[in-house]
């Protein structure tokens, strides 16, 4: 069964750090894996998926990679704002479904 | 669009009563999930549908919980009855799948949720 751990579970920095969130997982058989943001009292918005083949994806100040091989991804946040606190949570899915399995995600907060 | 819809958005009720959240997914996806949210168990899915039709119902946790999709545009998930344990939120997600062509690149959609009190 796949098992999905975020590090640290919360963050608390001042506004202008440079943020990695950890994401590891017990099966590397999987299609993708996604990040996502979920702010309080809302549901979850994709930020960026990585395909099974790729090694990292783009979007703005947020940097995500992956590798398979030891069942890690990470999540950068360049220059942090006090409009990224939220809750970040990784997701992977197996092969051949869009079941994901989710991690309990990273509280972060950003103090101007 | 206008993405996932969820009602009702909170719903506090008492031990016992039958309880029913709702969804609408996003026109032309044909999966949908639902999920429920705790502090002690996370983001865990309860039921999965595709083209209407319950596939993995494994997350189900009990007899009590029970959903339907009875077309392609409308979902309901039915707590009878109720308990204070099962206070949550619970999500509804939808996605396109292809079917025999797998997309990797795709990715589910969520509603806002419904916040769920059993007192």
């Known amino acids: 069964k796949q098992e999905v751990t975020q590090i640290p579970a919360a963050l608390s920095v001042p506004e202008g750090e440079n943020l990695v969130l950890n994401c590891s997982f017990t099966?590397?058989?999987?299609?993708?894996l996604q990040w996502f943001r979920q702010d309080p009292g809302k549901g979850l918005t994709s930020l960026l998926l990585?395909?099974?083949?790729?090694r990292e994806q783009t979007s703005g100040r947020l940097n995500a990679s992956l590798d398979k091989s030891s069942g890690r991804s990470t999540l950068y946040i360049a220059a942090s704002q006090p409009g990224d606190s939220a809750t970040y949570l990784c997701?992977?899915?197996?092969?051949?479904?869009?079941?994901?399995?989710f991690g309990r995600g990273t509280s972060l907060i950003v103090h101007p | 669009d206008a993405g996932v819809i969820q009602s009702p958005r909170h719903e506090v009720t008492e031990m016992g009563q039958e309880v029913t959240l709702r969804c609408k997914p996003i026109?032309?996806?044909?999966?949908l999930f639902w999920y429920r949210q705790t502090m002690m168990r996370g983001l865990e899915l309860l039921i999965y549908?595709?083209?209407?039709?319950?596939?993995?119902d494994s997350g189900m946790p009990e007899d009590r919980f029970s959903a339907k999709m009875p077309n392609a545009s409308f979902s309901t998930l039915k707590i009878q009855p109720s308990e204070p344990r099962d206070s949550a939120v619970y999500f509804c997600?939808?996605?396109?799948?292809?079917?025999?062509?797998?997309?990797?690149?795709?990715?589910?959609?969520f509603g806002p949720g419904t916040r769920l009190t059993v007192l």
């Open positions: 997701a992977v899915i197996r092969g051949g479904s869009y079941i994901p399995t």
């Open positions: 099966d590397s058989a999987i299609y993708n």
């Open positions: 026109s032309g996806h044909n999966s």
């Open positions: 997600a939808s996605i396109f799948d292809p079917g025999d062509s797998f997309a990797s690149t795709d990715t589910q959609y």
């Open positions: 549908f595709n083209n209407n039709v319950p596939i993995d």
């Open positions: 990585i395909q099974s083949s790729q």
